[in-house]
């Protein structure tokens, strides 16, 4: 007889080990079936090992201005093995307080590699051995992978993507990275920093799309500065190699041709969903992902799916929010899925944040708004700190002077830009956000300050 529980997740990622622990607090008898390692990609091979390394950029630059500061400290020399092990025993330390609290939920773990079928019976294949077990209902959180587009003689070039660049034992001198999208200009910080020339080759007419216009040149600017070079409007034709050298060709719209010669090249233009757990089942599909509704179930009755594999925001925080919802419908209890505030990062120097609304969906919305932006060069902390790079700007709606959406560039703005979150989350006014005492001093006053500029009233602009 088949061992039975009350909801299986597949797939141990922040969408599916979050899920699991929520479905056994609500009293369910839970099985997590993992294929790797728990934490999926965003512990093994995205957020956390890349942060991880883009705090050593930031230290390796603060070592490098500090010497403008009248600090001097000799020759800078690094350990890129001694990086690599850091982040490493980073990853380890994670992945076993997940482990930890999957055992204190008494959540049974296995680790292979599952597909369900309608019946919600889940095979398990451990490579010499196999498992089925029968699931009441069914979380599918089986992630993503890195999209390789058909560039002419990619197949014979050893090319990295975000899963295998970890992977490096050695510094390169050089590296392209093929897109200017969040995974593309992070890299492009690390790689900077540990003095590597770096080329990023962007198609569409500006780095980072998806986030505001000034963030986009600002960031170009800066990337520039550190001696990266942004190229825009370029497609990669051709990738080739000839011993350790590969050679990347590109071309302009206007037909005008490049060839960059490298060591190393990152291909870094998006993800595509990892569907091999459901390959037995005529689920519903939205385009090449998963179609689900508000409370995360599919087309087939008692089998839910979140993050990456259905699509929207590829975000971490929000697979976690999603395996909530999916693991509180799974227990038996009604509960919708709400994406009005989700708060977006990018861990580049300066930081990068944004939540709510841009100007372009206001737009497109025909909401009357008005916007207004305020820079950190009137900030004394960051003066202070000689980080003054960056900008506040808010988007508010004009009649109630309720806030749509916040932008932010600068140093630690991923850490403020839940203070923004929350003002959007609870229908906050501009005029709240003015009156609300910000400590001084802080990088954080810049939302003071901009919401007083947007009703002319502001002190330092």
């Known amino acids: 007889m088949m061992d039975r529980y009350d909801v299986v997740v597949i797939g141990g990622g922040p969408g599916g080990y979050v899920a699991a622990i929520r479905a056994s607090q609500l009293g369910c008898t839970v099985a997590l ?18 942060k991880t390394l883009l705090r050593h950029a930031e230290v390796i630059e ?6 403008s500061w009248g600090i001097e400290t000799g020759s800078l020399t690094f350990s890129f093995e001694k990086m690599m092990k850091r982040k490493d025993k980073v990853i380890q330390t994670l992945r076993s307080g997940i482990t930890g609290l999957l055992k204190k939920g008494n959540i049974t773990f296995f680790n292979g590699q599952a597909t369900v079928d309608e019946k919600k019976c889940v095979s398990i294949d451990f490579g010499s051995e196999k498992k089925v077990i029968q699931a009441g209902k069914v979380i599918i959180a089986t992630g993503g992978k890195p999209f390789v587009p058909p560039i002419s003689g990619v197949e014979k070039v050893d090319f990295h993507t975000s899963d295998t660049i970890f992977q490096l034992t050695e510094i390169p001198k050089s590296i392209v990275i093929v897109g200017g999208g969040v995974i593309g200009v992070e890299f492009a910080s690390i790689f900077a920093s540990l003095h590597v020339d770096v080329t990023i080759v962007e198609m569409g007419d500006r780095i980072v799309p998806s986030e505001d216009p000034d963030v986009s040149q600002l960031l170009h600017k800066i990337l520039n500065n550190k001696n990266i070079r942004v190229l825009t409007n370029k497609k990669v034709e051709s990738i080739s190699q000839q011993d350790k050298l ?3 060709l590109i071309e302009s719209k206007d ?21 091999s757990a459901i390959e037995k089942l005529p689920i519903q599909m939205d385009g090449p992902f998963v179609e689900v509704n508000k409370s995360m179930e599919t087309n087939i009755d008692g089998i839910y799916a979140v993050g990456d594999i259905t699509g929207g925001w590829q975000l971490a925080h929000v697979a976690s929010a999603e395996g909530l919802v999916a693991a509180e419908n799974a227990a038996g209890h009604k509960k919708e899925m709400d994406y009005k505030v989700i708060p977006r990062c990018i861990y580049t120097a300066p930081e990068i944040a944004s939540v709510g609304m841009s100007e372009k969906q206001a737009s497109q919305n025909n909401i009357p708004y008005r916007v207004e932006k305020y820079a950190l060069l009137g900030n004394g902390k960051a003066v202070a700190m000689d980080d003054t790079q960056g900008f506040v700007k808010i988007i508010v709606e004009e009649q109630y002077g309720e806030i749509l959406g916040v932008v932010m560039m600068g140093a630690h703005v991923t850490e403020m830009i839940s203070q923004a979150s929350a003002f959007i989350y609870l229908e906050g006014t501009v005029d709240e956000l003015a009156k609300m005492i910000q400590p001084h001093p802080a990088l954080s006053e810049m939302l003071f300050e901009v919401a007083n500029s947007w009703l002319g009233r502001g002190v330092h602009s």
């Open 33 to 50: 079936v993992e294929s790797e390692h728990l934490g999926g990609t965003c512990l093994n091979r995205g957020c956390i090992p890349s």
């Open 62 to 67: 603060q070592i490098e201005q500090a010497k």
């Open 246 to 248: 590969k050679r990347v």
């Open 255 to 275: 037909g005008v041709k490049e060839q960059i010669e490298c060591e190393e090249v990152l291909i870094a233009v998006g993800r595509k969903p990892n569907l």
